[in-house]
């Protein structure tokens, strides 16, 4: 007679009813709170309006906050029973103990969540393992009105009760989910999986008459397979628990300050309760936060953290967006990481931990070897669209060479719930285990924060070594690199960006953040130069503390949700208050640097009305400058220093008759531009090289608005092939501005509305178009189109410390894939002899294909922010041709100039200074090639960092001379650890220091005063 069979059905309909038979609830909780619109401290907690409450009612609307008070008695009944409570108030709930410290996280069950990786709440708060009967209940929590990822899920109290915790059978249920999950995952018929099947099916027998007898025999009998181990491994599991957070997303930033604190105070107790639990988190923004506003709870992380349970993970002040930052922004990331986990916890991070960010600069792994980072644990390629990466280890080597091991857990997830199919899946896809023996399991519940729960701690006591998985051991994850870098021989090479097939959207979404950010770091380079050149010179303070607060606020906006545009519409509200404040701030301090070392110079001038213009680039820069009220001069102003002039001379402009413009062209001594009758560019005609721009027959800066209704993350990837529309002009005029001939022209589409400024400047090729908009579009995308007279199968695009070439055709999917790409202060089409690059003030996505470039310039997406970018922005664009390649015609200058106006400061008032009164270069490089990123006072010590880079991918050889006094000048890394000392050159008798760069190299110099 053959064996009835087992339907799964039928299991999991078992493993419901054990799991709806571990609490009995005794009693509710009488409940008191206190709601208010915004957090108030402990201190304050009952400074709200008072609610009575119980289950079912209703205590606030989305963002709203309280402060609740639970009360009650455990029965004398219940006297040797194990106590909970049974809270869950429809929110994010931290409970606090009498000190006012967080104890526990709670988080609603009813949480928007991929439930396929379990359920995300935390309901349960133990209270006493073996009760008397009579214990009060007193306790108060502070909750957010909000789900886990913002949402709102209908703010009631779904329940708060005392209850029995019956503990053989909550170790039962855990037993039982185990089995079940491995064989409805393991894909075979193996005798192993009909004997776990069978035992499955006898438990639910046996549990048709539930008692303390047959929950025990159930228990013998799983754990009979559970003690079932595994033989000798191929390869091992790493398990580090793990909360990502998001410090801005789908709520507001100052919801992030409570979720750390939950997520830290669940974490601290469940190692309580089980001593294996090892739990990472990163990101030292956060532990900042903790420790401002928690240091009780803040000094229990370190001593979990220097008993090697907690482990501080990733070298960066956040997890940040690596396509959009600035290359300095990155190098700053790493260094106040770094430095902030050393000074607190006394560990040097040698790995980075982002596992969230979308897309990876090819100038990272550089960055990350000069800072001592070995390691990189990421997850987010497992995301792309249309081709998979090929490895999960491997080593990435970046734009210079440089390679840093890298590991993407093959679970495909930093959200795993712990179960058997999370190691299944992980050693049946990692496709590199025919070489390494070791990978990694990133368990908890992320995002929106709160962690590994006693679900996931419970699960994986079972899964340590049992058969038919491989084995599963709880470690801190740079215990698996080192590991895992035991067998580095035998990895493979990936070479360049690692590209996510996903989120192109982020590169545009966002417009006016995008462009403070860029505003920001150029200012923070500005004033960095300007303090430098100040306090070099004897003239002032360095305001170290100040900048140290403004960059980290400015690090903090670069977090891969708030920069990339992909959050909700109060983060970007206030961010962009902020923004606007720090750059006020930053540009004050900087023109009180330069009034400084201004009124040194003065004191030695012959101007009648001297004003000093500064130029922090490392060249010499001859440009037209407006002085205001209609005054122009041509200025010649030397490399990182100054030139004075006086403001009542005026200049005259050579060659007046050449410079003309009208409604239908612009013409000035090297370029002549005609536009078509619906404002596009019909021609630009490079006089000195006697050849078009433009593809021919073309039109160029046609105003392309496209349909898009993805959201900020994604837009669809055929939004060209289903048709466009252009603005429409609707007046233009024409003038002549002192050496600027401009055509001014208005445009309107929809609800919105753009004027455009294009100008030539006499002695110059680059044709600027100079915009303000008026965008009130719903899901539309705005894009400026240049097909160009440039034949090349690479668009030449700056990133950060280089460029990258990036196919211009569609071959194969992988270029396919690449359509929409990142580009910093310039994009570039070259062949041998000829070329044009688009330089830009604040914009990142574009298109190269073939012969044209796509400018993204805005787009309206509904989602998370339905209010995204309809508003007034402002940006610059230009055209710039140029004889011979993009290397020959040094684009990356025109990029950096294009960023960095000459600084005027009128020299008020005079004091005594080493500063001379005419014309200076503090610091200037003699060579082609290489740029200098920054200047800026030592993190520690009495010197001056000075960082440059090669920028042409060769080798260059260039002298660094530091015309400022100083005593001694050293190589250091990123870390500003001295590494190699400079001897200055015999015949010099200014500084110069020899330096020699391989292709993209970055090299720190450290001069001491």
Known sequence: MPHTPIKMDVLRKTLQGIESRIYTKLAPLELTAYATKEPVTFAERASGERL?????????????????????????????????????????????????????????VNSEFDLTLGLPGKRVLPFAERAAGGETVDLWGDAGNNDLFGFYRSGTVKEADIAICHEEVRQLYYDYEVLLDYIENIEDKSARTARITQALYDVHLLLRYPSDETVAESRRLLGAELAKQGGDPTITATAVGHAHIDLAWLWPIRETFRKGARTFATALRMMERYPDYVFGASQPQLYQWVKEQHPNLYAQIKQRVAEGRWEVQGAMWVEPDSNIAGGEALVRQILHGKRFFQEEFGLDMRMLWVPDIFGYSASLPQLLKQSGVDYVMTQ??????????????????????SRV??????????????????????????YDKNVSEHCLVVFGIGDGGGGPGEEHLERLSRLKNLQGLIPVKQ??????????????????????????EKHQGTLTSQARNKRFNRKLEKALRELEFAASLAFAAGGGAYPAEELDSIWKETLLYQFHDILPGSSITRVFDESLARYEALLGRVNDLTAAAYREAAASVAAGTEAKRPAVLFNSLPWTRKEW???????????????????????????????????????????????????????????VYDKALGREVLAAGERANVLTVYKDDGDAWDFP?????????????????????????????????????????????????????????????????LRAIFPLNVYTEFANCEIQFGHLKRPTHRNTMWDYAKDEISAHQWIDLSQPDFGAAILNDCKYGYSANGSTISINLLRSPSYPDPSCDRAQHQFDYALLP???????AEVYKAGYAFN??????????????????????????????????????????????????????????????????????????????????????????????????????????????
């Open 52 to 108: 009575e409450l119980q289950a079912g009612d209703k205590w606030g609307e989305r963002w709203d906050c309280a402060w609740f008070h639970f009360r009650g008695r455990v029965p004398d009944s219940a006297a040797g029973a194990k106590i909970v409570l049974l809270i869950d108030v429809n929110g994010e709930l931290c409970i606090f103990d009498e000190e006012g410290t967080p104890l526990q996280g709670l988080t609603n």
């Open 380 to 401: 987010k390629l497992s995301w792309s669209v249309h081709n998979d990466h090929p490895h999960h280890t491997f080593f990435w080597e970046g734009l210079d060479g």
């Open 405 to 430: 091991l890298t590991h993407l857990p093959p679970e495909d997830t930093y959200n795993g719930p712990a179960l058997p199919r999370s190691i299944m899946k992980a050693e049946r896809d990692y």
């Open 475 to 500: 470690e801190p994850a740079i215990d698996f690199f080192d590991k895992l870098n035991a067998n580095a021989s035998r990895y493979k090479t990936w070479k360049g960006e690692l590209y996510l």
């Open 625 to 683: 400058i407006g002085l205001g009220q209609g005054q122009w001069r041509e200025v010649e102003v030397p490399a990182m220093g100054y030139a004075v002039i006086d403001s009542d001379a005026q200049s005259v402009l050579a060659e007046q008759e050449l410079l003309q413009a009208a409604d239908d062209r612009l013409e000035n001594d090297l370029i002549r531009v005609s536009f078509l009758a619906d404002g596009s560019v019909g021609s």
């Open 717 to 781: 990837e055929d939004y060209a092939a289903a048709g466009s529309e252009s603005m429409k002009l609707t007046g233009t005029r024409a003038f002549v501005d002192g050496p600027q001939a401009i055509v001014e022209q208005r445009y309107a589409y929809g609800q919105s509305t753009l004027v455009q400024r294009i100008s030539l400047t006499a002695g110059s090729k680059q044709l600027k178009f100079g915009t303000e908009a008026d965008w009130q579009e719903d899901g539309c995308m």
């Open 882 to 888: 140029h004889e011979g390649d993009f290397i020959a």
């Open 900 to 1009: 960095t106006p000459i600084a005027v400061v009128e020299a008020g008032g005079s004091r005594s200074g080493i500063l001379p009164a005419d014309g200076f270069s503090a610091i200037d490089l003699e060579g082609r090639g290489v740029m200098i990123e920054a200047v800026k006072k030592a993190e520690d010590g009495n010197a001056l960092i000075v960082r440059l880079y090669e920028t042409s991918g060769a080798n260059a050889s260039v002298r660094l001379r530091v015309r400022l006094p100083h005593a001694a000048a050293s190589l250091a890394d990123l870390m500003e650890q001295e590494t190699a000392a400079l001897t200055a050159d015999d015949s010099s008798s200014d500084g110069g220091y020899a330096l020699s760069f391989a292709p993209f190299e970055i090299k720190t110099v450290k001069v001491k005063l």
